[in-house]
């Protein structure tokens, strides 16, 4: 029976993002490395410098991969909660006031309820392209993990040096290279017919999973959508609620016991003004007045309350 792992600390996440962005943006191997190589270096590069820290625990190669794809998807979502957050405060929010809204939006996705677990290192990876672009780019699709060996040569071929469209397809010396170097042309015809079939077959899946992790951010988004949409409305309800409960005092008031002429006149008014909402609120009833209004001015200015009908 395998023992669980214990989860990651502050530090590891801080030096395992470092890691991971240092190796994705190193200029002399770029995007031409193929997963299973770039991993393999991720891994070796964490455990060279975790010599250091003794007592922390050992981790593989796909523990490493869950979780910086673990880190990423989360992100991915709070940039988009930020975004919200800055389209409903375009004046005179501060950056602060933006985080925290977007925070509290964040608790209200079911796969985050705990809110938002990566602000150690969001400093370092928030204005790292993996961290905030979408895009079915061969070091995105590394950090999820979601290649075989096969799909990592597909990566390379698609966003390496050569392109699908780069090889030579006439029958010179440079194909017959690339062909094994047959002087027959029948079988060199056959080879290039394959290798047309290969390529053929390579971008069909590449764009098959391009396809499919697009179809996964577009329900990403809905669902962020759909949470956001449900917070307005719980903010909505919320500040309704509170109005509801000062205007019930209000109309619940003796103000034949205010002596001060001025503060009595001023609640009269509101009271007036309370009134010809309410009425207002009568000729064009909506779901949430008909709904709500009843459980907080149940029998409010009939017998009993000592005010007025109205």
């Known amino acids: 029976m395998s023992v669980r792992k214990e989860s990651y600390t502050e530090n590891e996440d801080i030096l395992l993002c470092k890691i991971y962005m240092e190796i994705s943006q190193d200029p002399s191997i770029g995007p031409s490395q193929s997963a299973q190589r770039f991993w ?138 690339i062909l094994g170097g047959s002087s027959s042309s029948r079988p060199i015809r056959v080879k290039r017919a394959k290798l047309k079939k290969k390529q053929s077959d390579n971008s069909e899946s590449i764009i098959a999973t391009l396809e499919k992790q697009n179809e996964q951010y577009i329900a990403g988004m809905k669902q962020a959508n759909d949470n956001m949409s449900m917070f307005f409305k719980q903010q909505k309800n919320s500040h309704d609620l509170k109005t509801m409960k000062e205007e019930n005092k209000i109309m619940a008031m003796d103000l034949s016991s205010i002596v001060d002429h001025d503060s009595r006149a001023y609640f009269q008014a509101e009271r007036r003004r309370i009134l010809q909402k309410r009425a207002q609120q009568q000729e064009q009833p909506n779901d949430y007045a008909t709904g709500t209004y009843p459980l907080y001015f149940d029998n409010i200015g009939g017998s009993g309350s000592g005010l007025l009908d109205y």
């Not at 880190?71 to 929010?93: L, Q, V």
């Open 40 to 177: 393999q270096r991720v891994e070796d590069g964490f455990n060279q410098a975790k010599e250091r820290y003794p007592t922390w625990p050992e981790r593989t190669q796909r523990s490493m991969q869950a979780r910086i794809q673990a880190i990423e998807k989360a992100t991915k979502i709070f940039h988009g909660y930020i975004r919200a957050a800055e389209a409903r405060n375009r004046s005179g929010a501060s950056n602060a006031d933006i985080m925290n809204e977007a925070m509290q939006m964040l608790k209200t996705d079911s796969k985050y309820k705990a809110g938002w677990r990566f602000s150690h290192v969001w400093e370092m990876i928030k204005n790292f392209e993996n961290f905030k672009d979408c895009a079915g780019s061969s070091r995105q699709q590394a950090s999820r993990g979601m290649q075989s060996s096969d799909s990592e040569s597909q990566a390379h071929t698609l966003h390496g040096s050569q392109t699908l469209s780069s090889f030579p397809m006439s029958c010179d010396d440079g194909e017959e290279q």
